[in-house]
Structures are given as structure tokens and as C-alpha cells.
């Protein structure tokens, strides 16, 4: 052993292992910098494009020269794919390597093509199986993610979410588990009440039973299953109305419930990806100001921090601002609280103020009871009118000018924004009256002048607006608004309709039908909607990346699905026949079912609806699937799909159905929840804008909110001292509680009634609906006397109550006047 040791140890001192280790240390450095370079970056990125034009080309019968160039492509990217690997592990050392999650997957993914390679070549296995590891190469793309800060952040935030969605998945799988053996319990073979129809979603075993309810949970469909549980316990009668307990339960608890969790982990990872794509935006604005004041000039510096200083100042001024359609934001809309006025529509206290005390309640006490919080839109604060530009409008109308000034009172008075609002409802309302087929009919021809004079009406609001605010020229202009451009486009289009001649019909035809925009023209007035349309378009802006990675995702999967179904779902009319050689001649067919209605059909060998010949196809067909609408009929098509060019085999591959869960649970289930959490996370980033540089808080925010909109509760005590005790009485709470349970047994009552009640008991029926319209009479009077009919009418519940009271006296007078001889 000590013979080992020194010889070893005289060759790690020997100076050609020095020589060694120093060309190992250079050559891992090169390999390092090669690596990480872009060139290599880059180049291999090209070779997933590659790859992925490789797998996109595959489809069904295809020629054989394309099948050996996929093949040899595919060897000598698996060779290059190996090659990275491999010289990654060199540079980075094996430890370092797996420290990333791409690394990891890009071993998973090589380790698995070199498998497959050498079992298909050992012809041990057929070129399929592990040959779907092909098309798992294309996330490979998502390294793009390293230059791309907002896709990488979105990527990032995702995985992250995994442990989230994992926990989810299994608590969802163990739902679907206990469901399956309850239903294979309650509806095991229960299903062929019909001898002459097969039914797919059954519970005649576990893994049927798991499909089906799977299907129930995506909600498709899901109500037949239920009407054929009905009908296997004796259809709409007891105890067959009693199992649909167990359908109502499995698509509330997992419909609604389970499947919305993946909603609101989409909207947690979004926020945090979006408050993490800010943050490094500021950041970077940070660097880069750092850096021209290292690189500028002692001018150029002070100028760079004194507009820092600036800017630093202006975020600290409170302002409430509105976003445009173009995403700038105009000065800020000063706003007065002094100048509060309650809104005409604000639903006024019935009691009386102390500075206004009403005659007739002089001598009834009030009670202040606690402060009344508002919602925000009752609050009505004026806001000034946008400012008229400081340039001259058509290089005539200065600020200055008489006409321009009262052009801009004019465009701004609250009447005049209401009267072309008036005016574009009165348009779409002649737009849709318009009759379609007859084009010279008369009402059209009076819809025509109508036409002609909204066009002048609206022209005329334009010129009034171009006039007070300029054209396009100068900041703040008409057409410096995407909602004016908008509003001038519809304009045009009835004006160029008017002007061209009656030869060129068809030009016109098109101009009249872009009239459909013109109730479009609300937007632009109506500040709650425009907020809303603005809302939707950064939406649609920002939604980019969520669109790249789901369709990133659907190729993938569209590939895969071209790989597992190619040629496989084709089938014969007459279902004897298995392939396109005996799918010939006729074959006897029989109406409804009937032995003695026979029908001669021509046989023909047809393709599913929706196939996976080619990945165009295949992407179609997925994103069918991902809606929900018929995707059951598409997988028991690809359960009994067998060979190419063979028909179908009952349940041949049910294990294929793991192909379409997994598809359902990352596409359907989750990234589709992606868009809906993003709208949702844009809409609260939006409306969070308004008080963007506020230093409150929301939740300081709210309390000041609170503050300003509280008012004092006011409550009616009668001083007479019998109606106070009326009054005593319907304010208690034995009294709210015997009116609960008369409200419980009217509904009682009313939920017995049925198809074929014999007459005694619709007579008994009767008698009850009269006694409870009488009790409840004698509610209403009772609160009548005890606050008065205009306290008692203050009430929106009680006017409610009123309404329901009156209409079944009405209803009962009407009944019993009918049923006189």
C-alpha cells in the first residue's frame, strides 16, 4: 500500500501531470467562455428550431424520402444535443451542471433519445414509444427566456408554481378516486336499460369509471351521464330523482370548487411575476441613469440629477390620474372636495337634517344610530374641463378666439355630451331597424334621410372638437386620442358611403356595413366603459407572452398527438369492415332500428371529424378539446384507434386516455386560467394606477374614503305612544323570526304543487296561499302603522314586500273572479 501511495504520488509531481492539469484547466476555461458565450447560445437555439421543423413535417403518408431525412435529422441532432451535454458536463463540472432545472431536463431528454435510438435500431421496440421524448425537445425553446426578462419572469413564476398545482393535483386526484368507487358502486352495469344504444361513459369499471368522472368534472356532457344514472334507477321517479344527489355534489364540489383553485393560483404567480417584471424595469432605469452620470459631463450630470430630483418630487405629489387609450397620462384632473355636491340619483334620507327639520315630523325624535358608509360612485365631484391647447387650430383659431372658446364650452357642457350620446343610441337603433332583404323597401328609404342626418350631426361635433383642440398637429390635438381617431374613422365612412356613386355599389355596400362601429362612439363618453376598453386593450398588449408559452405548449402536444394517432382514426361506414381494402360495395342498414324499414348504403372509408394527420390539424383538434365541446367523442374515437389504416377496435388503448387528461389538466385547467388571472391582475394594476403616486396605502386609502362619505344614520321613533308599541312590535326579534318561518312554510307550500295534484289537495293548496297572503297583509299594515307610509316606502325591502303583497291579492281576486259560472 505505501509502494501505491508514493508511485501515485510521485506521478501527481511528475511534470507531465502538471502539464496535464494546467491544458485540463485551459481547455475547461475555453469550453467555460464557449458555453456561455451567445454564439453557442444561439447555435443552440437554432438546432431546437431545427428540431422542431423536423417534428413539424412529420404527418400521415407521408413520402419515404422525408421519413429518412426525419430519421437522419433526427440522429444527428440527437448526436449534436449529446455533443452540448457532454461538453457542458466538461466545462462545468457535473456538480455545477445539475444545479439547473433546463440541464436536468436537457439530460432527461438526450439520456432518453440515445435509449430509444439503440432500442429501434436493436429492433427490440417499434420506432414509437420513448419517440415521444422527440417532441418534449421543443421546450427547449424557453431558454430564449434568458434574454427576454417579462417571458423568463412569467416562465419562473409558473414553475414556481408546481408545488401549488402538485398539492392541488393530488387532492384532486383522491376527489376523482371516491367519487369512481361511489359510482361503480351506485351505477356499476346498470347502464344498458338500452339495448339498441352503447354507451361509453359508464361505471362498469375503474378505469372507465375514472374517465367519466373526469368528463363530469370538465362539465361536458356531464347531464346525460346524469339522465342515464336516472333512468338506470327507473328514470324521473323515487329513488331515481334521489341519485342525482351524487352528479349535483361531484360537479359543485369539483367543478366549482377544486377547479377554480387553479384560477387563483394563476392569479398569486401572476402578480408575482408582474411585480417582479416592475421591479427589475426600475432597476434597469437605475442602471442605466447611473451610468450616463458616470459617462457625461459635469453639465450633463447636474442636468441628469436635477431631472431625478424631479421626478422624485413628482411621485410624491398626490394626483389621481386617468390612463389614456395610447397608455400616457395627461396632467392630472384637479379635483375639489369643497366643491362636493350630492348627486341627483343619491337615494336621500327620509329623515330631516337639523339645518333643514321637516314641519310635519317637528315633534318626533331622532336617534342617530352610527355612521352610513357610501359606495364610491355616489360621491359626485366636479371636475374641471380639459384645457384647450395653447396652439392655433387649422393655423387660424388662436386660444384667444372667440369662436374656438366658445367652441370648447361648448363640446364640454355636460348637455351637449349627452345629447350625442342621445343621437349615436337613436343610430344604432335605425342601424338595427333596417331591413336586411328588401334594400329599397320604404322603411329603409326613411332609415336613409335618418342617416343622412346623424352624419350631419356627428360631422358637426367634430368640426366643433378639431376646433376647440386642433387637428393632429400639436400635444393634446383631436387626433392624438385613439378614441377620437375612432370616432372620426365611423364619420368618414358615412361620408365616403353618401359621396361615392351608385356604380361602384359594392364599395359601398362595404363602407355602409363598417356603420356597425358607430355605437362604438359611447366609449369615448362614457368614462366607466372607457376605463373598462382601456383595461382590455393593455390586456390584449401585455398578453403576449402567456399566448407564446400556450401555444409553445399546444405544438408540443400537437406533435405528440400527430406521433400517438396519425392515419389511426379513420373508419369504415359499415362498422364490419377494418380496412379501406374491404370498406367496398354496399351494406344493408336499417332506419331507427326498424327489421322491417332495410336501407342499401354505399360504403366509404372516412376520417374523424377532427384527426391528427399533420400538426396543423392536430392543433385544431386539441384546442377543441381545450374548450370542452365534444372532446368525450374525440377520446373513445382515439381509445379505439388501433394501426394505420385500420378501423377501430373497442377500447383497444384506454391507456391513451392519459394523453388527453394531462393535456386537459396543463392546458384546459391551468393555462387557460393563465388569461382569465391575467385580465384579472391587469384590471387591478389598472385601477390602481389612478393612485399610482398617492402615498396612502389601499387600505389608508379606503379609511380616508370612509372618512369623507360617512353619514348619520337616522331612526324613525313614533312619539305616540300606541303606535310605538305597534312599533316595539315589528322591530323585535320574535317578530322578524315568525315572519322567517312564515316565509319557510309559504315556500313549502309552494314547492309541493305537481303535474296531476288531484283537486282536494289543490283546493287545500288554495286555502293555504290565501292564509299566508293574509298574514303577510297583516305584516304590511302593521309596519304601516308603526312608521308611516313615507318612512314605511323608504325602505327598499318593504316596497319590495308591498309590490308582493298587492300583486297576490290582485292574483287571487283575478282567480276567484274566473272561476265564478
Same mark, same amino acid.
Given at each position: 500500500?505505501?509502494?501505491?501511495?508514493?508511485?501515485?504520488?510521485?506521478?501527481?509531481?511528475?511534470?507531465?501531470?502538471?502539464?496535464?492539469?494546467?491544458?485540463?484547466?485551459?481547455?475547461?476555461?475555453?469550453?467555460?467562455?464557449?458555453? =456561455?458565450?451567445?454564439?453557442?447560445?444561439?447555435?443552440?437555439?437554432?438546432?431546437?428550431?431545427?428540431?422542431?421543423?423536423?417534428?413539424?413535417?412529420?404527418?400521415?403518408?407521408?413520402?419515404?424520402?422525408?421519413?429518412?431525412?426525419? !430519421?437522419?435529422?433526427? =440522429?444527428?441532432?440527437?448526436?449534436?444535443?449529446?455533443?452540448?451535454?457532454?461538453?457542458?458536463?466538461?466545462?462545468?463540472?457535473?456538480?455545477?451542471?445539475?444545479?439547473?432545472?433546463?440541464?436536468?431536463?436537457?439530460?432527461?431528454?438526450?439520456?432518453?433519445?440515445?435509449?430509444?435510438?439503440?432500442?429501434?435500431?436493436?429492433?427490440?421496440?417499434?420506432?414509437?414509444?420513448?419517440?415521444?421524448?422527440?417532441?418534449?425537445?421543443?421546450?427547449?425553446?424557453?431558454?430564449?427566456?434568458?434574454?427576454?426578462?417579462?417571458?423568463?419572469?412569467?416562465?419562473?413564476?409558473?414553475?414556481?408554481?408546481?408545488?401549488?398545482?402538485?398539492?392541488?393535483?393530488?387532492?384532486?386526484?383522491?376527489?376523482?378516486?371516491?367519487?369512481?368507487?361511489?359510482?361503480?358502486?351506485?351505477?356499476?352495469?346498470?347502464?344498458?336499460?338500452?339495448?339498441?344504444?352503447?354507451?361509453?361513459?359508464?361505471?362498469?369499471?375503474?378505469?372507465?369509471?375514472?374517465?367519466?368522472?373526469?368528463?363530469?368534472?370538465?362539465?361536458?356532457?356531464?347531464?346525460?351521464?346524469?339522465?342515464?344514472?336516472?333512468?338506470?334507477?327507473?328514470?324521473?321517479?323515487?329513488?331515481?330523482?334521489?341519485?342525482?344527489?351524487?352528479?349535483?355534489?361531484?360537479?359543485?364540489?369539483?367543478?366549482?370548487?377544486?377547479?377554480?383553485?387553479?384560477?387563483?393560483?394563476?392569479?398569486?404567480?401572476?402578480?408575482?411575476?408582474?411585480?417582479?417584471?416592475?421591479?427589475?424595469?426600475?432597476?434597469?432605469?437605475?442602471?442605466?441613469?447611473?451610468?450616463?452620470?458616470?459617462?457625461?459631463?459635469?453639465?450633463?450630470?447636474?442636468?441628469?440629477?436635477?431631472?431625478?430630483?424631479?421626478?422624485?418630487?413628482?411621485?410624491?405629489?398626490?394626483?389621481?390620474?386617468?390612463?389614456?387609450?395610447?397608455?400616457?397620462?395627461?396632467?392630472?384632473?384637479?379635483?375639489?372636495?369643497? !366643491?362636493?355636491?350630492?348627486?341627483?340619483?343619491?337615494?336621500?334620507?327620509?329623515?330631516?337634517?337639523?339645518?333643514?327639520?321637516?314641519?310635519?315630523?317637528?315633534?318626533?325624535?331622532?336617534?342617530?344610530?352610527?355612521?352610513?358608509?357610501?359606495?364610491?360612485?355616489?360621491?359626485?365631484?366636479?371636475?374641471?374641463?380639459?384645457?384647450?391647447?395653447?396652439?392655433?387650430?387649422?393655423?387660424?383659431?388662436?386660444?384667444?378666439?372667440?369662436?374656438?372658446?366658445?367652441?370648447?364650452?361648448?363640446?364640454?357642457?355636460?348637455?351637449?355630451?349627452?345629447?350625442?350620446?342621445?343621437?349615436?343610441?337613436?343610430?344604432?337603433?335605425?342601424?338595427?331597424?333596417?331591413?336586411?332583404?328588401?334594400?329599397?323597401?320604404?322603411?329603409?328609404?326613411?332609415?336613409?334621410?335618418? !342617416?343622412?342626418?346623424?352624419?350631419?350631426?356627428?360631422?358637426?361635433?367634430?368640426?366643433?372638437?378639431?376646433?376647440?383642440?386642433?387637428?393632429?398637429?400639436?400635444?393634446?390635438?383631436?387626433?392624438?386620442?385613439?378614441?377620437?381617431?375612432?370616432?372620426?374613422?365611423?364619420?368618414?365612412?358615412?361620408?365616403?358611403?353618401?359621396?361615392?356613386?351608385?356604380?361602384?355599389?359594392?364599395?359601398?355596400?362595404?363602407?355602409?356595413?363598417?356603420?356597425?362601429?358607430?355605437?362604438?362612439?359611447?366609449?369615448?363618453?362614457?368614462?366607466?366603459?372607457?376605463?373598462?376598453?382601456?383595461?382590455?386593450?393593455?390586456?390584449?398588449?401585455?398578453?403576449?407572452?402567456?399566448?407564446?408559452?400556450?401555444?409553445?405548449?399546444?405544438?408540443?402536444?400537437?406533435?405528440?398527438?400527430?406521433?400517438?394517432?396519425?392515419?389511426?382514426?379513420?373508419?369504415?361506414?359499415?362498422?364490419?369492415?377494418?380496412?379501406?381494402?374491404?370498406?367496398?360495395?354496399?351494406?344493408?342498414?336499417?332506419?331507427?332500428?326498424?327489421?322491417?324499414?332495410?336501407?342499401?348504403?354505399?360504403?366509404?372509408?372516412?376520417?374523424?371529424?377532427?384527426?391528427?394527420?399533420?400538426?396543423?390539424?392536430?392543433?385544431?383538434?386539441?384546442?377543441?378539446?381545450?374548450?370542452?365541446?365534444?372532446?368525450?367523442?374525440?377520446?373513445?374515437?382515439?381509445?379505439?384507434?388501433?394501426?394505420?389504416?385500420?378501423?377501430?377496435?373497442?377500447?383497444?388503448?384506454?391507456?391513451?386516455?392519459?394523453?388527453?387528461?394531462?393535456?386537459?389538466?396543463?392546458?384546459?385547467?391551468?393555462?387557460?386560467?393563465?388569461?382569465?388571472?391575467?385580465?384579472?391582475?391587469?384590471?387591478?394594476?389598472?385601477?390602481?394606477?389612478?393612485?399610482?403616486?398617492?402615498?396612502?396605502?389601499?387600505?389608508?386609502?379606503?379609511?380616508?374614503?370612509?372618512?369623507? =362619505?360617512?353619514?348619520?344614520?337616522?331612526?324613525?321613533?313614533?312619539?305616540?305612544?300606541?303606535?310605538?308599541?305597534?312599533?316595539?312590535?315589528?322591530?323585535?326579534?320574535?317578530?322578524?323570526?315568525?315572519?322567517?318561518?312564515?316565509?319557510?312554510?309559504?315556500?313549502?307550500?309552494?314547492?309541493?304543487?305537481?303535474?296531476?295534484?288531484?283537486?282536494?289537495? =289543490?283546493?287545500?293548496?288554495?286555502?293555504?296561499?290565501?292564509?299566508?297572503?293574509?298574514?303577510?297583509?297583516?305584516?304590511?299594515?302593521?309596519k304601516l302603522i308603526a312608521f308611516k307610509p313615507k318612512h314605511y316606502f323608504c325602505d327598499a325591502w318593504n316596497t319590495f314586500d308591498a309590490l308582493i303583497v298587492v300583486g297576490s291579492i290582485v292574483d287571487i281576486a283575478i282567480t276567484e273572479v274566473n272561476a265564478l259560472p
Amino acid at each position: 500500500e505505501n509502494c501505491g501511495a508514493r508511485l501515485a504520488h510521485r506521478i501527481s509531481k511528475s511534470k507531465f501531470s502538471r502539464y496535464w492539469r494546467r491544458w485540463n484547466r485551459f481547455c475547461r476555461r475555453k469550453c467555460r467562455a464557449a458555453v =456561455k458565450s451567445n454564439v453557442f447560445y444561439w447555435l443552440v437555439i437554432f438546432l431546437v428550431f431545427l428540431n422542431t421543423l423536423t417534428i413539424a413535417s412529420e404527418h400521415y403518408n407521408q413520402p419515404d424520402w422525408l421519413t429518412e431525412v426525419q !430519421d437522419t435529422a433526427n =440522429k444527428v441532432l440527437l448526436a449534436l444535443f449529446t455533443a452540448e451535454m457532454l461538453l457542458k458536463m466538461y466545462s462545468l463540472g457535473l456538480q455545477a451542471y445539475f444545479v439547473s432545472l433546463f440541464n436536468r431536463f436537457d439530460c432527461f431528454i438526450v439520456c432518453g433519445g440515445i435509449l430509444e435510438t439503440i432500442l429501434v435500431e436493436t429492433k427490440i421496440m417499434s420506432p414509437l414509444g420513448i419517440s415521444v421524448l422527440r417532441c418534449v425537445r421543443l421546450l427547449r425553446i424557453f431558454k430564449i427566456t434568458r434574454y427576454w426578462n417579462s417571458l423568463s419572469n412569467l416562465v419562473a413564476s409558473l414553475l414556481n408554481s408546481v408545488r401549488s398545482i402538485a398539492s392541488l393535483l393530488l387532492l384532486l386526484f383522491l376527489f376523482i378516486i371516491i367519487f369512481s368507487l361511489l359510482g361503480m358502486q351506485l351505477f356499476g352495469g346498470k347502464f344498458n336499460f338500452d339495448e339498441m344504444q352503447t354507451r361509453r361513459s359508464t361505471f362498469d369499471n375503474f378505469p372507465q369509471s375514472l374517465l367519466t368522472v373526469f368528463q363530469i368534472l370538465t362539465g361536458e356532457d356531464w347531464n346525460s351521464v346524469m339522465y342515464d344514472g336516472i333512468m338506470a334507477y327507473g328514470g324521473p321517479s323515487f329513488p331515481g330523482m334521489l341519485v342525482c344527489i351524487y352528479f349535483i355534489i361531484l360537479f359543485i364540489c369539483g367543478n366549482y370548487i377544486l377547479l377554480n383553485v387553479f384560477l387563483a393560483i394563476a392569479v398569486d404567480n401572476l402578480a408575482d411575476a408582474e411585480s417582479l417584471t416592475s421591479a427589475q424595469k426600475e432597476e434597469e432605469e437605475e442602471k442605466e441613469r447611473k451610468k450616463l452620470a458616470r459617462t457625461a459631463s459635469p453639465e450633463k450630470k447636474q442636468e441628469i440629477e436635477k431631472t431625478a430630483v424631479e421626478e422624485e418630487t413628482k411621485e410624491e405629489k398626490i394626483e389621481l390620474k386617468s390612463i389614456t387609450a395610447d397608455g400616457e397620462s395627461p396632467p392630472a384632473t384637479k379635483i375639489n372636495v369643497d !366643491d362636493y355636491q350630492p348627486n341627483e340619483n343619491e337615494e336621500k334620507s327620509p329623515y330631516p337634517t337639523t339645518e333643514a327639520p321637516a314641519e310635519e315630523d317637528e315633534e318626533e325624535p331622532e336617534m342617530p344610530v352610527g355612521p352610513r358608509p357610501r359606495p364610491m360612485s355616489e360621491l359626485h365631484l366636479k371636475e374641471k374641463a380639459v384645457p384647450m391647447p395653447d396652439a392655433s387650430a387649422f393655423f387660424i383659431f388662436s386660444p384667444n378666439n372667440r369662436f374656438r372658446v366658445h367652441c370648447h364650452r361648448i363640446v364640454n357642457d355636460n348637455i351637449f355630451t349627452n345629447l350625442i350620446l342621445f343621437f349615436i343610441l337613436l343610430s344604432s337603433i335605425s342601424l338595427a331597424a333596417e331591413d336586411p332583404v328588401r334594400h329599397l323597401s320604404f322603411r329603409n328609404q326613411i332609415l336613409f334621410y335618418f !342617416d343622412i342626418v346623424f352624419t350631419v350631426i356627428f360631422t358637426i361635433e367634430i368640426a366643433l372638437k378639431m376646433t376647440a383642440y386642433g387637428a393632429f398637429l400639436h400635444k393634446g390635438s383631436f387626433c392624438r386620442n385613439y378614441f377620437n381617431i375612432l370616432d372620426l374613422l365611423v364619420v368618414s365612412v358615412s361620408l365616403i358611403s353618401f359621396g361615392i356613386q351608385s356604380s361602384a355599389i359594392n364599395v359601398v355596400k362595404i363602407l355602409r356595413v363598417l356603420r356597425v362601429l358607430r355605437p362604438l362612439r359611447a366609449i369615448n363618453r362614457a368614462k366607466g366603459l372607457k376605463h373598462v376598453v382601456q383595461c382590455v386593450f393593455v390586456a390584449i398588449r401585455t398578453i403576449g407572452n402567456i399566448v407564446i408559452v400556450t401555444t409553445l405548449l399546444q405544438f408540443m402536444f400537437a406533435c405528440i398527438g400527430v406521433q400517438l394517432f396519425k392515419g389511426k382514426l379513420y373508419s369504415c361506414t359499415d362498422s364490419s369492415k377494418q380496412t379501406a381494402a374491404e370498406c367496398r360495395g354496399y351494406y344493408i342498414t336499417y332506419k331507427d332500428g326498424e327489421v322491417n324499414q332495410p336501407m342499401i348504403q354505399p360504403r366509404s372509408w372516412e376520417n374523424s371529424k377532427f384527426d391528427f394527420d399533420n400538426v396543423l390539424t392536430a392543433m385544431m383538434a386539441l384546442f377543441t378539446v381545450s374548450t370542452f365541446e365534444g372532446w368525450p367523442e374525440l377520446l373513445y374515437r382515439s381509445i379505439d384507434s388501433h394501426m394505420e389504416d385500420v378501423g377501430p377496435i373497442y377500447n383497444h388503448r384506454v391507456e391513451i386516455s392519459i394523453f388527453f387528461i394531462i393535456y386537459i389538466i396543463i392546458i384546459a385547467f391551468f393555462m387557460m386560467n393563465i388569461f382569465v388571472g391575467f385580465v384579472i391582475v391587469t384590471f387591478q394594476e389598472q385601477g390602481e394606477q389612478e393612485y399610482k403616486n398617492c402615498e396612502l396605502d389601499k387600505n389608508q386609502r379606503q379609511c380616508v374614503e370612509y372618512a369623507l =362619505k360617512a353619514r348619520p344614520l337616522r331612526r324613525y321613533i313614533p312619539k305616540n305612544q300606541y303606535q310605538y308599541k305597534v312599533w316595539y312590535v315589528v322591530n323585535s326579534t320574535y317578530f322578524e323570526y315568525l315572519m322567517f318561518v312564515l316565509i319557510l312554510l309559504n315556500t313549502i307550500c309552494l314547492a309541493m304543487q305537481h303535474y296531476g295534484q288531484s283537486c282536494m289537495f =289543490k283546493e287545500a293548496m288554495n286555502i293555504l296561499n290565501m292564509l299566508f297572503t293574509g298574514l303577510f297583509t297583516v305584516e304590511m299594515v302593521l309596519k304601516l302603522i308603526a312608521f308611516k307610509p313615507k318612512h314605511y316606502f323608504c325602505d327598499a325591502w318593504n316596497t319590495f314586500d308591498a309590490l308582493i303583497v298587492v300583486g297576490s291579492i290582485v292574483d287571487i281576486a283575478i282567480t276567484e273572479v274566473n272561476a265564478l259560472p
